[in-house]
């Protein structure tokens, strides 16, 4: 799936004393199978931009192109429901909307909606949950009865459940302990290089974005600013604190060890493995 944003504006609460210019002018675009994170100040319009891939928010102004299928601020609901399958969406904090009184109705909710094959929907729930390390008995279970990070892994499988091609995420780790975000982002990493989803990932984390993504977006004040790799931006501190952003904690380690031996490596190093491989190249260049 192939989503195109052409020059999209999105205006909330129109002609109201809170009217507010969210998006503006918006141009860009997604492939299918990659790993992109959008990243950018608190108010930026993150959230706003990805509700539009499958039409929660239509804009106000331009076009997306999703695939066959455009949408403007005419699109009716109608024509977006093969599209809503395709596209799933976790939102921010998305425990706070579960309902059912248990995990399997609680998943089946969505894909009972869409008149999708319930059986293959529960196998691939059911698989998904024991990944997130639950027992074999959870879909009986009630989610009221569970910890907040239990209850966002539950919100998380229920949308991974109906197999869409692009998933979204708006941070999905925010507030849990390491042990979940870790589970969590593995798991995410894993259905994009097995099963070739594309995955949109909002995030504040940079080490993140260095870990995992191939692709990042920058959002400033409703205009998307820059889109490039995050080698590339991490290369450049100054222009990461310009934007109010933090590098990585590996590229912080790199820079205050250059600092420390006035020394300069190539490139920055964006996971451990790198930075160890590296490091290890200029102890034997020393000797
Ligand atoms: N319903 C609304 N009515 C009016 N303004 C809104 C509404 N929802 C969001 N906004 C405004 O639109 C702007 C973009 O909001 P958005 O939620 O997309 O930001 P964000 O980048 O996701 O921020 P955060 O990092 O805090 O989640 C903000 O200035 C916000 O105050
Ligand atoms: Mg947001």
Known sequence: MTVNFNKVSYVYQRGTPFEHLALRDVVTSFEQGKYYAIIGQTGSGKSTLIQHFNGLLKPSKGALQVDDVTITHKTKDKQLKQLRKRVGVVFQFPESQLFEDSVEREIMFGPKN???????????AFHLLLDFGFNRDILQQSPFQMSGGQMRKIAITSILAMDPDVVILDEPTAGLDPKSRKQIM???????????????????????VAKYVDEVKIMKRGKLIESCSPRKLFSDTNYVNQLHLDVPDIVKLQRD????????????ALTEAEFIAMYKEWRQDER
């Open 257 to 268: 060890i250059e600092d420390k031996y006035q020394y300069d490596f190539s490139k920055i």
């Open 114 to 124: 869409f008149d999708m094959p319930l059986d293959e929907v529960k196998d691939r």
């Open 186 to 208: 593995e798991l995410i990493k894993k259905l994009q290089i097995e099963q070739n989803k594309t995955i949109i990932l909002v995030t504040h984390e940079m080490n993140d």
